[in-house]
């Protein structure tokens, strides 16, 4: 029903600033909570931000202050404004959506979403 597709990963040095966006097709989405996670070598795969129909954003403590997630429902697209990056956030970055209103540590949990992208690689060199 949806497809989603990240892109505006690279590599940047520490303290830099990265752009992600996520454009969705087969359906609108504004109807629907949206979130990032990423996940490093070796390590699980892990819930970054997310955001709801209704604007409402969460964070994970990591990057509370850092990154701001966002979006553009007349465009079908979800953004992560990554500043003052860290070696720590190297990781592949997916985008993931779900027909649902969230509340708790449900923002948190991978299998609560329905649909995710293939995923953007961010490498921050120290």
């Known amino acids: 029903q949806v497809q989603l597709v990240e892109s505006g990963g690279g590599l940047v040095q520490a303290g830099g600033s990265l752009r992600l966006s996520c454009a969705a097709s087969?359906?609108?989405?504004?109807?629907?909570?949206m979130g990032w996670f990423r996940q490093a070598p070796g390590k699980e795969r892990e819930f970054v931000a997310g955001i709801g129909w209704s604007g409402r954003t969460v964070y994970v403590d990591s990057v509370k202050g850092r990154f701001t997630i966002s979006r553009d429902n007349a465009k079908n697209t979800l953004y992560l404004q990554m500043n003052n990056l860290k070696p720590g956030d190297t990781a592949l970055y997916y985008c993931?959506?779900?027909?649902?209103?969230?509340?708790?540590?449900?923002?948190?949990?991978?299998?609560?979403?329905?649909?995710w992208g293939q995923g953007t690689q961010v490498t921050v060199s120290s």
């Open positions: 087969g359906r609108t989405t504004s109807s629907y909570a």
């Open positions: 993931a959506a779900a027909p649902k209103v969230f509340s708790g540590s449900s923002w948190y949990l991978g299998s609560e979403y329905d649909y």
